[in-house]
């Protein structure tokens, strides 16, 4: 038996949801397997599956509700999808789109009279840049693994959509017409087979799992091969790791950055009629049930995706520099906001605006005196509280240079005796620290190790 047949299952995902409800441990879950009979291999398998239901349920089922798999063969009956079997691998878990993202984008695709064109998921792995997709759209899957094909299908008829795929590589399906790729689905849907209007493409980031991707442009297919592929359909879009270098994205395309308050999960790219706003660049914070909770645009500006070569030159010498001499670019470049003093107030701007360079527009607009604290740092520093979703605000109580005795005065003064440690620009063990400077006191505080104007600082801040 295929693995994934084993574990879809009606039997073995019966056996989960029981484990799982009565809250077994390891060694009973392994001592009920192997008394129901199953081989060494099987009893792996199912062990390694079971430590993913819990987080693909969290990544795509919280308070859902869908067709759910086990019941979906008899009835037309919903039931709640905490109960939901997906099938995937730990590796197709962590590279697929969440489920805020994916309700997301979903407002992206076409309506109306084009409702009902037909879509290439390509690299579709397990199927999540496909399970919140306008019910209308004709879909298939494209991947060269046949059981990420295989885990699509499933969990498409899962989300109770009828999903063809197509084993072959991406790079040789074209929306314009067939060139001999072979379908793995006997009963893929009419109108479903190679040809198709739009696409939607996730590049492969790392081979293994587990592994960490540190060249962003290192993907499979290549952002060039990306491009290459959009020419063949009326449009698309294409995810890319929030950190990739924008200077390579092409122009007529619309660039998105997307996430949550506290992270910039991807930036996704659109071609063609999918760009609604060429040459433009977003950045979108988006709510647990897919909601926008604040975005802002700019007219794109390829000056703001480069460094000037005396930038340049402090990154690439900095093994060698000292102190203030010492470049600390963490998020910003050359044509951030202006340096200037430690105001009243200290915020920390939303990732998405991080990423996207948007945050000097986002900042100035509600203080036109907004400044940073040092070069190449994202800290912005203003005499007016900058709002939420966009910035996290703190009110600056003291500062002082990172010398143990000078911070233990400080935090003395205001009574401090809990800190949140924050980072930028600095190196060392927050654990370390708090033992070293002997927190005493009632009040609990936040403490900003950063720089200022190239040197280290303290700063000592309130959460607003």
């Known amino acids: 038996m295929q693995p994934w047949n084993l574990l879809a299952s009606d039997t073995v995902q019966g056996f989960i949801e029981e484990a799982l409800t009565r809250k077994w441990d390891a060694l009973q879950v392994s001592t009920a397997l192997q008394k129901a009979g199953y081989s060494n291999e099987d009893r792996a398998a199912i062990m390694d599956y079971m430590a993913l239901v819990p987080k693909f349920r969290e990544k795509f089922c919280s308070g859902e509700t869908i067709s759910n798999v086990k019941t979906a063969r008899n009835s037309a009956n919903n039931e709640n999808a905490r109960g939901m079997f997906l099938l995937c691998d730990k590796l197709a878990l962590e590279q697929s789109t969440a489920q805020d993202i994916g309700r997301w984008k979903a407002n992206l695709w076409p309506c109306g009279n084009d409702a ?3 879509v290439h998921d390509l690299c579709c792995g397990m199927g999540g840049d496909s399970f919140y997709l306008p019910a209308s ?8 693994d046949e059981n990420r094909l295989a885990m699509y299908r499933h969990n498409l008829q899962a989300f109770g959509k009828n999903a063809g795929t197509i084993c072959a590589d991406v790079r040789s399906v074209e929306g314009a017409g067939s060139n001999g790729a072979q379908s793995l689905n006997s009963a893929q849907p009419a109108g479903n087979g190679m040809r198709a209007d739009y696409f939607t493409i996730d590049p492969a980031r790392r081979a293994i799992e587990g592994e960490n991707q540190r060249d962003l442009r290192n993907l499979t297919p290549t952002l060039e091969e990306v491009v290459e592929i959009s020419r063949h359909y009326r449009g698309g879009m294409a995810k890319l790791p929030p950190g990739y270098p924008p200077a390579e994205i092409p122009d007529r395309t619309e660039i998105l950055f997307l996430g949550g308050h506290s992270d910039c999960r991807e930036c996704l790219v659109l071609f063609g009629e999918l760009a609604k706003h060429p040459d433009t660049v977003r950045a979108i914070i988006v709510g647990k049930a897919g909601e926008t909770l604040a975005e802002w645009t700019r007219r794109r500006d390829r000056s703001l995706e480069t460094l000037d070569d005396d930038l340049q030159g402090k990154l690439d010498r900095n093994d ?5 001499d010492r470049t600390y670019r963490t998020a910003t470049s050359r044509s951030d906001l202006p340096l200037g003093g430690i105001g009243k107030y200290i915020a920390e701007p939303a990732p998405v605006l991080i990423r996207s360079r948007l945050f000097s527009d986002a900042a100035l607009a509600h203080d036109p005196d907004a400044h940073l604290i040092s070069e190449g740092i994202a800290y912005v ?3 007016k509280m900058l709002p939420a979703p966009g910035f996290s605000c703190y009110e600056v109580l003291a500062h002082t240079e990172i010398a143990t005795g000078a911070v233990r005065s400080m935090l003395k003064e205001h009574d401090i005796g809990k800190i ?3 980072l930028r620009g600095v190196k060392l063990d927050p654990d370390a620290e708090s033992k070293r400077l002997k927190l005493k006191g009632k009040n609990s505080a936040i403490l900003f190790y950063t720089r200022f104007r190239g040197e280290k600082i ?5 959460k607003l």
């Open 320 to 324: 060698s520099l000292e102190g203030k």
């Open 137 to 144: 759209l004709q879909l298939t899957g494209v991947d060269l």
């Open 381 to 383: 520093s203003s005499d």
């Open 458 to 462: 303290a700063i000592l801040a309130k």
């Open 116 to 118: 009902t064109a037909k």
């Open 420 to 422: 949140t440690l924050k």
